[in-house]
């Protein structure tokens, strides 16, 4: 939470002698994030976990910011309410901006069902920093997946307030990219966000 205005007033934005262009340079590619937002079990945290390796054969630095990690850690005192919700995914976006400014790509699989929340974390960014990806996958589908069995534990009241079930999921509306992981391989879909990452000028071509 913030301060008070008092307080605010006498906090300013200390620069570094090492600034983020210094670390691009020497990484060899430059930082963003890739927000992954869908239903539980689309495959957001699968694909990240694809993607990530292989930049990392291109020798590209990542990081993974997964929804259920972050809550065993950094926001575990956080609850599933509207307003934790809202809490949970600032925090996570105000990381990923530190992330972008080191020059990591900086991966997130995070359900973030709220559009208003996922237009905060793109608004805090430079425009060619946030790259958002909806892993789409009918509801359906999404269930019979149930990784975790979290469906089956919704449907019998076990869990309130899941998302999908009872509680709302706000598809975005012009995201950078549409993954259908009910049509394609997740390795494929990590392809696909690849190609953008090279488009973009993040990631350099191989060869």
Same mark, same amino acid.
Request: overall charge negative; some cysteine.
């Given at each position: 939470?913030?301060?008070?205005?008092?307080?605010?007033?006498?906090?300013? $934005?200390?620069?570094?002698?090492?600034?983020?262009?210094?670390?691009?340079?020497?990484?060899?590619?430059? #930082?963003?994030?890739? $927000?992954?937002? #869908?239903?539980? +079990?689309?495959?957001?945290?699968?694909? @990240?976990?694809?993607?990530?390796?292989?930049?990392?054969? %291109?020798?590209?630095?990542?990081?993974?910011?997964?929804?259920?990690?972050?809550?065993? #850690?950094?926001?575990?005192?956080?609850?599933?309410?509207?307003?934790?919700?809202?809490?949970?995914? %600032?925090?996570?976006?105000?990381? @990923?901006?530190?992330?972008?400014?080191? #020059?990591?790509?900086?991966?997130? @699989?995070?359900?973030?069902?709220?559009?208003?929340? %996922?237009?905060?974390?793109?608004?805090?960014?430079?425009?060619?920093?946030?790259?958002?990806?909806?892993?789409?996958?009918?509801?359906?589908?999404?269930?019979?997946?149930?990784?975790?069995?979290?469906?089956?534990?919704?449907? &019998? +009241?076990?869990?309130?307030?899941?998302?999908?079930? &009872?509680?709302?999921?706000?598809?975005?509306? &012009?995201?950078?990219?549409?993954?259908?992981?009910?049509?394609?391989?997740?390795?494929?879909? @990590?392809?696909?966000?690849?190609?953008?990452?090279?488009?973009?000028?993040?990631?350099?071509?191989?060869?």
């Amino acid at each position: 939470m913030k301060s008070d205005n008092t307080a605010d007033k006498n906090i300013t $934005w200390h620069h570094h002698g090492v600034d983020r262009n210094d670390r691009e340079k020497l990484l060899g590619h430059r #930082g963003a994030t890739v $927000w992954l937002t #869908g239903l539980s +079990g689309s495959g957001k945290s699968t694909i @990240a976990d694809i993607l990530a390796e292989m930049l990392q054969e %291109r020798g590209v630095l990542t990081s993974i910011l997964d929804g259920d990690n972050i809550r065993h #850690g950094l926001n575990s005192d956080l609850g599933f309410s509207p307003e934790d919700r809202k809490e949970n995914i %600032r925090w996570i976006a105000e990381v @990923a901006k530190l992330f972008s400014s080191f #020059g990591v790509i900086n991966l997130l @699989a995070f359900i973030s069902p709220y559009r208003e929340d %996922r237009d905060f974390a793109r608004s805090i960014q430079n425009e060619n920093d946030f790259i958002e990806v909806y892993v789409e996958v009918p509801l359906e589908v999404a269930e019979q997946r149930d990784p975790k069995g979290l469906y089956k534990k919704a449907r &019998s +009241g076990e869990i309130p307030s899941f998302t999908g079930i &009872s509680a709302p999921y706000e598809a975005p509306l &012009s995201p950078e990219l549409v993954l259908k992981t009910h049509e394609f391989t997740a390795e494929e879909c @990590a392809e696909q966000v690849l190609q953008i990452l090279q488009d973009r000028s993040i990631v350099p071509p191989v060869g």
